[in-house]
């Protein structure tokens, strides 16, 4: 059985949104839920890709089949990459050393340019109310940061003033951002998690972990982490959990 922990004057408003959205869970089995206590969270965790900014595995796997990488999409993943996209993404090589093993593997001259190219085919779209609600968490006292398996190409557009179309990087919005390729180590390795709730000196018990990956969220479970598992783009803004920290829990 699973039981709520509702909070305020507006009881029952929150009390039907959370019915409502126990029966969504109820339909959509891939949306793993552990009871959120409000009250109890102080720092909040996001993944970037399918969370903060839409994503795009068939624009990832176009962007790399147009630079000659004719198996990409049996090369390339939505949410944990390998061989040496996973060697790029975990800091294990630089850039240059991709940009080297993308030429070897299509038999051609590749860029850098190219490569960042490729890579930004993974990036929709960045929806607006993400960038806000992560503004008014913020505004409300939490800490919140980003716990991203990601790597220097993504960031080169990411962590620019392109980014949201109004100047800001993807930093402006975070208090401070754990990056696999800076971190050394790829989610769910929990290494990268525990480097997080060190950096945010925040325990398990009060950090909220929002992240599309089933098996990151697991990750974050056996941690002790509270969790919050939305589909692949969906609005998680509109979850209840979301919307009574928006609303900031006195």
Same mark, same amino acid.
């Given at each position: 059985?699973?039981?709520?922990?509702?909070?305020?004057?507006?009881?029952? @408003?929150?009390?039907?949104?959370?019915?409502?959205?126990?029966?969504?869970?109820?339909? #959509?089995?891939?949306?793993?839920?552990?009871?959120?206590?409000?009250?109890?969270?102080?720092?909040? $965790?996001?993944?970037?890709?399918? &969370? &903060?900014? *839409?994503?795009?595995?068939?624009?990832?796997?176009?962007?790399?089949?147009?630079?000659?990488?004719?198996? *990409?999409?049996?090369?390339?993943? $939505?949410?944990?990459?390998?061989?040496?996209? +996973?060697?790029?993404? *975990?800091?294990?090589?630089?850039?240059?050393?991709?940009? +080297?093993?993308?030429?070897?593997?299509?038999?051609?001259?590749?860029? !850098? #340019?190219? =490569?960042?190219? +490729?890579?930004?085919?993974?990036?929709?779209?960045?929806?607006?109310?993400?960038?806000?609600?992560?503004?008014?968490?913020?505004?409300?006292?939490?800490?919140?940061?980003?716990?991203?398996?990601?790597?220097?190409?993504?960031?080169?557009? $990411?962590?620019?003033? $392109?980014?949201?179309?109004?100047?800001?990087?993807?930093?402006?919005?975070?208090?401070? !951002?754990?990056?696999?390729?800076?971190?050394?180590? !790829?989610?769910?390795?929990? @290494?990268?998690?525990?480097? !997080?709730?060190?950096?945010?000196?925040?325990? /398990?018990?009060?950090?909220?972990?929002?992240?599309?990956?089933?098996?990151?969220?697991?990750? *974050?479970?056996?941690?002790?982490?509270?969790?919050? =598992? /939305?589909?692949?783009?969906?609005?998680?803004? #509109?979850? /209840?959990?979301? @919307?009574?920290? =928006?609303?900031?829990?006195?």
């Amino acid at each position: 059985m699973i039981s709520f922990l509702i909070i305020g004057s507006e009881n029952k @408003k929150h009390a039907n949104a959370f019915k409502s959205h126990l029966f969504f869970i109820s339909l #959509q089995q891939n949306y793993i839920y552990n009871k959120v206590e409000p009250k109890k969270i102080k720092n909040i $965790a996001f993944d970037l890709g399918g &969370v &903060v900014l *839409a994503l795009s595995l068939e624009g990832g796997i176009k962007g790399f089949e147009r630079i000659g990488l004719k198996d *990409a999409r049996q090369r390339l993943d $939505a949410f944990v990459q390998k061989g040496v996209f +996973a060697d790029l993404e *975990a800091g294990r090589i630089t850039k240059e050393e991709f940009r +080297a093993e993308m030429c070897r593997m299509t038999g051609r001259e590749v860029s !850098m #340019q190219e =490569c960042y190219e +490729a890579w930004h085919g993974y990036a929709d779209y960045v929806p607006q109310r993400n960038l806000d609600c992560i503004m008014r968490l913020r505004e409300n006292g939490y800490k919140v940061c980003l716990l991203s398996n990601t790597n220097p190409f993504m960031m080169m557009w $990411a962590d620019s003033p $392109a980014f949201d179309g109004k100047g800001h990087p993807l930093s402006y919005y975070f208090d401070k !951002m754990y990056l696999s390729f800076e971190c050394g180590v !790829m989610k769910p390795n929990e @290494k990268i998690f525990r480097m !997080m709730l060190e950096g945010q000196q925040a325990t /398990p018990e009060e950090t909220l972990f929002v992240d599309d990956g089933e098996v990151n969220i697991k990750t *974050a479970q056996t941690l002790g982490m509270q969790t919050l =598992c /939305p589909h692949d783009n969906e609005d998680w803004t #509109q979850f /209840p959990e979301i @919307k009574l920290l =928006c609303e900031k829990i006195d």
